[in-house]
């Protein structure tokens, strides 16, 4: 049996069904961000303002059972995916890139689960975009090498829960939403996925007019004096 389980949401928050128009009123963006996998695939949404203020919206883990056939459990997660997009109404989806693994079983799973993903975000005409898993882990604790309970830990103070998100798929699906919207960057507009520098800047000339927008509003909002979340006393 497949389930999905949502594990934490924001204070108040009322599931929806998001209209065009609501998606705008709700955030300046609502990033929708995937931990692809078979077994267990991890979603994470969050509302990111242009002073990279991060509210979450939900997260929570869809499973299904090994045994299933393959296709079955492919099915099960882009519904789920496609029913997250319907009542969130995010304005992009980021989904955990695969970069390297032993496990070749494995890895065709989650490069799947992330072609499933990426289909159900071109559907919803939404920006889709793919961050490796050190891209989410520095853009959150300053370190591409941190371990799943320090990303966890990052994610409850950046978003002031009161406890981490929870399973770890969960937390690294919240980190990869705000990876994309704090870096930007990973849409593979020029041609190749890897817009993001070592230093989390992005290619002027890999922007979109959305992006170049966003990155004018982040940079007026850092001059009136806004301070980044990971470093708020």
Not at 72 to 99: C, H, N, Y
Request: charged share 20%.
């Amino acid at each position: 049996m497949t389930t999905s389980e949502p594990v934490l949401n924001s204070p108040g928050h009322t599931a929806y069904t998001a209209t065009a128009s609501a998606r705008i009123a709700v955030a300046q963006q609502r990033v929708l961000g995937v931990d692809p996998g078979l077994t267990r695939c991890g979603l994470g949404c969050v509302d990111i303002d242009p002073r990279r203020r991060a509210r979450l919206v939900e997260a929570g883990v869809v499973r299904t059972p090994p045994s299933q056939s393959p296709e079955l459990r492919l099915l099960a997660i882009a519904e789920a995916i496609e029913d997250w997009i319907a009542r969130l109404g995010p304005t992009a989806v980021s989904v955990e890139r695969v970069f390297a693994q032993d496990n070749l079983r494995s890895v065709i799973g989650v490069a799947q689960v992330m072609g499933v993903v990426m289909v159900a975000g071109a559907r919803a005409d939404l920006e889709v975009a793919q961050h490796t898993p050190s891209e989410a882990k520095a853009a959150v604790t300053g370190s591409g090498t941190a371990s799943k309970s320090q990303v966890q830990t990052m994610v409850q103070r950046i978003l002031g829960l009161a406890e981490a998100p929870r399973p770890a798929d969960a937390a690294d699906a919240v980190a990869q939403a705000i990876c994309h919207g704090w870096r930007g960057g990973g849409t593979g507009v020029d041609g190749s996925t890897e817009m993001v520098s070592a230093g989390g800047s992005v290619r002027a000339s890999a922007r979109t007019p959305a992006q170049q927008r966003w990155a004018a509003a982040q940079a007026a909002a850092r001059r009136t004096g806004a301070v980044d979340p990971r470093y708020r006393r």
